[in-house]
């Protein structure tokens, strides 16, 4: 699997198109989830993503500066398509080594579904919330000291 990394002003009209597309099918149809998903916060991220051999982006996420002077990175927007063939994992590793190499951060917090706790505590991420309601689906705040 080769893994695309792109600013937002590198991305192709192809690739926006089908990171949207992606996002919305997952996070706003399949979760019945209407929510503004085009939040301004793509300008200033670094995509990661790859496609598959239908030609539609299969896995994807973003990571942007959350607060520069504590040098705290975010991820958001983690969906795969193609689901048991470690995807999801291979791209929350690879979001890891972006943050630090590229955004020199020293945090990574990210806000997470409840069943997927597990997934982000194998990259390292422990929970330090309690659960929490967003668009009506159970969440909790993880970090990662770097």
Same mark, same amino acid.
């Given at each position: 699997?080769?893994?695309?990394?792109?600013?937002?002003d590198?991305?192709?009209? !192809? +690739?926006?198109y089908e990171l949207l597309k992606i996002r919305q099918e997952i996070f706003v149809v399949e979760q019945n989830c209407p929510y503004m998903d085009i939040d301004g916060l793509d300008y200033q991220s670094i995509h990661i993503f790859n496609?598959? +051999?239908?030609?539609?982006? #299969? #896995?994807y996420?973003? %990571?942007?500066?959350?607060? #520069? *002077?504590?040098? %705290? /990175?975010?991820?958001g927007r983690v969906v795969t398509? *193609?689901?048991?063939?470690?995807l999801g994992g291979k791209i929350? $590793? !690879?979001? %890891? *080594?972006?943050a630090i190499q590229?955004? $020199? /951060?020293k945090k990574i917090y990210l806000e997470a579904q409840t069943y997927a706790i597990g997934f982000y505590e194998r990259e390292g991420f422990k929970v330090v919330s309690e659960p929490f309601l967003e668009?009506?689906?159970?969440? %909790? !705040?993880?970090e990662k000291i770097i």
């Open positions: 699997m080769d893994l695309i990394i792109k600013k937002f590198e991305l192709t009209n !192809k +690739e926006l496609w598959n +051999e239908k030609d539609r982006i #299969s #896995s996420l973003r %990571v942007f500066m959350r607060d #520069s *002077e504590n040098k %705290v /990175a975010q991820i398509l *193609e689901h048991g063939k470690g929350l $590793h !690879k979001r %890891v *080594e972006v590229q955004l $020199h /951060a668009d009506d689906i159970p969440h %909790v !705040k993880m």
